[in-house]
Each structure stands twice: as C-alpha cells, then as structure tokens.
C-alpha cells in the first residue's frame, strides 16, 4: 500500500493542505489541518457513493481531488488555482506504485553573509555594497 506509505510526501508538496488515504479494510490516516478531517471524509464517502475513480469538488477557495489507484483511495485538499492541479493526478498515481523513502527533516534555512576578504590592520575596510541603489537621475 503505497498511498499510506507515500502520505507524508504528499502532505509535503507545495500547496497540499491535508491529505487523507483509505484501503479496503483499513483504517483512514490523516495528514495537514485538522479542520480539514471532516470535509475529506465526507468527500471519500461521496466518491464511494459515485462509483467514479476520480472526483473534483471546489469547497470556498479550495478545491478536494479524491481518486482511487490500486487498493487505496486518498483525498487531497489544495487552493484552487494552484499550479500543482495540473500534475497532482500523476503525481497520485506515481506513488501509488512504489514507496518513497522517509523525508528528511527540513534543515533551517540559514542565509550565508557574502565572503569579505580580510583586511590588514591599519587599512579601510572594502566599501559595501548598498541595498538600495544611488539614484542615477540628473534630478536627485
């Protein structure tokens, strides 16, 4: 079951706000925003009661994608509009097939400060580069 395997990596993708994933006798495993629980099992039994493989449903600015691959059924909730839409089916359907390995905890992302060359005592220091540029008009 790789949907149950794979959870945490589509909880990861960028815009994926909760993600919930079903299999045939299997309890529901839950990712993201708790407020979105309800919705996602209301959508899994609507897919249930359709006998589709795929539904799409827009709920206030968000849109719910539940689909089926395999033995797994899993519902995602995403903004709508967002540029991941257009390849979340696939990417569904890709980790449907094989475990991914564990994510990595994400490292803190530390911003380096430019290297200064060293300055001998007694010399001025490099003049530093100004965040806002001079302006270049003859006006000012």
């Not at 589509?10 to 815009?15: D, I």
């Not at 529901?28 to 449903?57: H, Q, Y």
């Not at 094989?98 to 200064?116: M, S, T, Y």
């Amino acid at each position: 079951m790789s949907l149950r395997a794979n959870i945490d990596h589509l909880k990861a993708a960028q815009g994926i706000e909760a993600v919930a994933v079903i299999g045939h006798g299997e309890p529901r495993i839950f990712r993201g925003n708790e407020s979105w629980s309800a919705v996602l099992d209301g959508a899994l039994s609507l897919l249930d009661k359709t006998g589709e493989p795929t539904i799409r449903m827009v709920v206030g600015k968000h849109t719910v994608v539940v689909q089926t691959e395999r033995e797994e059924t899993v519902a995602v909730v995403l903004p709508t509009g967002h540029a991941i839409a257009k390849s979340l089916r696939r990417m569904i359907r890709r980790m449907s097939r094989k475990v991914r390995p564990p994510l990595r905890p994400e490292a803190p992302a530390i911003a380096a400060a430019p290297a200064q060359p060293p300055v001998a005592p007694g010399q001025p220091a490099a003049p530093q580069a100004s965040a806002t540029p001079e302006s270049t008009s003859p006006w000012g």
